[in-house]
């Protein structure tokens, strides 16, 4: 007699695509998975149907894709898999990645009256426009002491809920009104599966300045910054779930749509980064968990909590139950390496990339402020900008290539080595995204930080992630017991080359006196060039 298979869910959606992929609970075997790209992608130009050229720093998507990539790779996998198998189910999701609902869930961008006002749509998580809001924000908050500074470092991100929710009400006051919901995408998504509205503990507490203990922010902090934000809070969803809780079961409908059994248990959602930590096998202090991807989300775990300048945030059972869970970022890292592969130089990735795996540290005398995105850590500042420095009449493709690479790598000590001066010391990268093909960006990674870096056995970490938040929910275990039965050993160790690193410390000292420069002593100069750009182009 066969033994019945339990299997595990888990939707992962990423800037570009969502995937599905189906993990065996008892022994992490991945037996089935599919991927489908969005079909409007990233709209920053100008939306769909629409010639109308969107303002500088818009980021959005349809939500409408998400349902869609979901339904069709569910689908996929259940050519392979029976839904009866199916125990339990995870979602995770960018952050922050918002959008106006009604009170039955429906997107207000579907209206027709709102269908050509950018803000009635996704607001992805590197739209940076709402930057003016963040910066009174963080005005307003610092004069006032709120105490939920603490907890992200003292700055509040442009990328986050409340800066994008005052962005709608300033600009588009008429979608904030008729929103019952400004929801996390997450949030939707589980919505949409269960028919109920949950706000999960992850993307709340780093993203909406929630805390266990505060909970949002005060009335009083929200009509200071703008008395028309005094609703605001009911506009925020208040049933907080944690990730590995149970938020709903599949509804009838969604059941119909997909395939899958009417009645599995869904997890609460949580942020794409965080899940990964759970599927690289992440369940202690040490390690710096890296989700390398179009831009980098770096993770840490620690039992005491410890506040300090530098990390984006740290929340309480955030990451895995039992530790205070510290996020960090940077805002660009492959999106940087395409960008000028592709859109600068129009050149193939493997030829640049092979002749840039040919130099020596420090040949090209070469260094990259890696924020062609902005700065997320440890400056949290959107309006910085890329910058070279060294550049000559003899400075090749290859070798501005490689700066960027070193620049991004620059950029991850800076993070680690301001956890490692406030009581949290690192061991090691632990390392997964699509940029671990490559292993002379791991390379160049373990040579600046002077850590090793362990590459994560499973190619869909963040997806399995979500996975064993859905075995969670379904099977009602310890975590570190889901997280050692599912996941694997690490599959690949790149060791420091010592002589790399000693010229890698000289370097360093150069990016970080750069860094300080331009983005802490002088940091308007940027932000001056950006407001140039803005400007030229509202006359135009």
């Not at 061991?427 to 960006?441: K, S």
């Amino acid at each position: 007699m066969s033994v019945k298979k339990r299997y595990a869910l888990g939707l992962d959606y990423g800037t570009e695509s969502v995937r599905a992929l189906v993990v065996d609970c008892d022994n992490g075997f991945e037996a089935a998975q599919a991927v489908v790209p969005y079909a409007h992608g990233v709209i920053t130009r100008s939306l769909p149907g629409n010639d109308k050229p969107l303002p500088p720093d818009f980021a959005l998507q349809h939500p409408q894709d998400y349902l869609d990539g979901a339904l069709t790779a569910i689908r996929a996998i259940l050519e392979k898999v029976t839904a009866a198998d199916i125990v339990g189910i995870g979602v995770d999701f960018t952050a922050c990645t918002i959008l106006p609902v009604r009170e039955d869930g429906t997107p207000l961008m579907q209206a027709a009256k709102f269908h050509n006002n950018p803000h009635a749509w996704v607001k992805l998580w590197k739209h940076h426009a709402a930057q003016p809001e963040a910066d009174r924000v963080n005005e307003v908050a610092h004069r006032r002491q709120e105490p939920f500074l603490k907890y992200y470092s003292g700055l509040i991100s442009s990328e986050w809920m409340l800066p994008k929710a005052w962005e709608i009400a300033n600009h588009a006051p008429e979608v904030y009104a008729e929103a019952a919901y400004l929801i996390d995408a997450g949030d939707w998504i589980v919505q949409q599966l269960t028919g109920k509205f949950t706000r999960n503990s992850c993307t709340a507490g780093y993203k909406g300045l929630w805390n266990a203990e505060l909970g949002f922010p005060r009335l009083e902090f929200l009509t200071a910054l703008d008395p028309k934000l005094s609703g605001l809070r009911d506009k925020w969803l208040q049933n907080i779930v944690a990730p590995g809780e149970l938020a709903g079961h599949v509804t009838p409908k969604f059941a119909v749509l997909s395939g899958l059994l009417e009645g599995t248990p869904v997890s609460a959602a949580t942020i794409d980064a965080h899940s990964g930590v759970a599927g690289m096998g992440v369940y202690r202090e040490g390690p710096v968990s890296l989700i390398m991807g179009t831009s980098t989300c770096h993770m840490v775990l620690s039992r005491k909590l410890h506040l300090f300048d530098g990390y984006a945030g740290v929340v309480k059972d955030g990451i895995i139950p039992g530790f205070h869970g510290y996020e960090s970022g940077q805002s660009a890292v492959g999106d940087i390496f395409g960008w000028f592969a592709k859109g600068f130089m129009n050149t193939d990735f493997d030829q640049l990339s092979n002749k840039a795996a040919a130099l020596k540290p420090g040949q090209s005398g070469l260094i990259a402020l890696d924020w062609l995105n902005g700065n997320r850590s440890l400056l949290m500042n959107a309006n910085l900008t890329g910058m070279i420095l060294g550049l000559t009449l003899d400075s090749k493709p290859e070798e501005v290539y490689r700066a960027w690479i070193e620049g991004t790598a620059f950029g991850t000590r800076m993070i680690v080595d301001a956890h490692t001066a406030n009581g949290i010391p690192a061991t090691e990268l632990v390392i997964c995204g699509g940029l671990v093909r490559d292993p002379m960006i791991m390379q160049i990674y373990a040579d600046i930080t002077g850590l090793p870096v362990k590459i994560a056995a499973s190619g869909q970490a963040v997806a399995l992630g979500a996975a064993i938040f859905g075995a969670l929910v379904a099977l009602g275990e310890n975590i570190e017991d889901v997280i050692t039965r599912m996941t694997k050993p690490h599959v690949k160790t790149y060791s420091p080359d010592e002589d790399a690193h000693r010229t890698y410390d000289r370097l360093y000292e150069v990016y970080h006196r750069a860094h300080d420069l331009f983005g802490v002593e002088n940091k308007h100069l940027m932000r001056n060039l950006k407001d140039l750009r803005k400007e030229t182009l509202h006359v135009q």
